[in-house]
């Protein structure tokens, strides 16, 4: 090997390097006015590869885009007088296709004795890709904010509605929260579905999935609602579904419901809910936003109506859509219906007495947190934490534990650690999650799980019943 082969790099191969890398190189000569293209820079910007003349270094202007071509002479001009490295990012028009392309460009300018540019030696890249994704991500980040202002405006428009037409307290918190789940629910599909739509089936799963075995049955062709229709109809369902297990035929065992669905002439669809076998029915003597809301919100999202009888044989209910509620089918559907009651704890129908037990928070929301901890206070647990972060939960798991609330997720770091923690030292604990998990506890672990948005009662119930059990 010659003496000097460390101190050399083959062009060769360093031009099969840049192109590995995905970059093209090239040379601007300005004492002779020409570029020098390589093949590889060629394939990346449609220019003819070899010697072409840069005509006073604009050669390349005119297949700027006309938006980036006064920044990218700014930028020339700005390097060349100033020398060292040279870089500019630009969309292109190829001229060999016609393609636009967002270039980026990188070099360094080289000068003579006296200070003044000789030449500029660089790479290209073609960062078109990079643009398309950082692009998807503001829109999907504008998308999020607007979802997000909309739900909020839900929920706020929920809690004052439902405030307005309920007589207790207990009362609003019961209504209110079951709302809040039917959203979730519909926002879990869609989430699944990546806020494509959500189908029909699904969401009639949702609701009466895990009531009364035997006493419910769905059936109807596969549709799929806007993500707008889909939240209308889980709330819909939701009110069905508390009437019938309060008033209707799911407050007795001989009691059933089926819901039956199809689509309709004008590429809308229709639903019918029919209660049998439960108690005599006759008109409410008060309208409640539950009423409300089936009458003339559920059928407004829809682009359709909804009309509800009270038969003295069981209420029925037929809801209508227009075409504008349906959406195609996602490419990504969930395989099975979800069920939205996986939790295996309900709200406490009374007080919950946890006088004398430790119980270890872990929960990364501090609102949540603060309200569990003032919950399971009043209830008489002495509260250890809460601990936000795994670190935090962990510091806390050498103190006397009874039983713990977990969230699944603490700022993206699972909470498995604490979890076995707890289960060798035999502590019992229950899982307070946002996730949609349908087949048990995250992580496998055999324990109570509580969906969000949740009820403080049930984490409370919950907590009572571990104590119970160990």
Known sequence: MPADASRTIDPERLERALEAAGFGEFQFDIVRDRFVISRQMAAITGFEPGTMSAEGGTALDRHVHPDDVDEFRRKRMENLGAGGLFEAEFRQKRPDNGEQVCIRLSGVVS??????????????????????????????????????????????????????????????????????????????????????????DHLVAAELGALAPGQTSWDGPELFLTPRAANALSLALHELVTNAVKFGALSTDLGHVDVRWRRTADDGFELVWTESGGPTVSSPTRRGFGSTLLDQVTGRELNGETTVEYRPGGLSARLRAGAPAMAPRPDTVPEAPVSRVVETVTASSGPTDLKGSRVLIVEDAVLLALELETGLSEAGAEVIGPAYELEEAMALLDRPIDAAVLDANLNGRSVTP?????????????????????????????????????????????????????
Do not use: C
């Open 418 to 470: 604490v979890a076995e923690a707890l289960l060798r030292r035999q502590v019992p604990f229950v899982f307070a999650t946002g996730y949609g998990e349908t087949g048990g506890a995250p992580g496998g672990f055999d324990a109570p799980v509580i969906r969000k948005p949740y009820d403080v009662t049930q984490v409370a119930a919950a907590v009572a019943e571990l104590l119970r059990a160990s």
């Open 111 to 200: 000068h003579d004795g006296e200070g003044r540019p000789i030449a500029v030696t660089g790479i290209v890249q073609d960062i078109t890709a990079l643009r398309q994704e950082e692009d998807q991500r503001q829109r999907l980040m504008a998308e999020l904010d607007h979802r997000v202002k909309n739900v909020l405006a839900a929920v706020q428009a929920l809690a004052q509605q439902t405030a307005k037409r309920t007589t207790s307290l207990d009362g609003f918190l019961s209504n209110f929260n079951g709302r809040l789940k039917a959203m979730a629910s519909a926002n879990e599909l869609l989430t699944a579905a990546r806020w494509r739509g959500a189908a029909v």
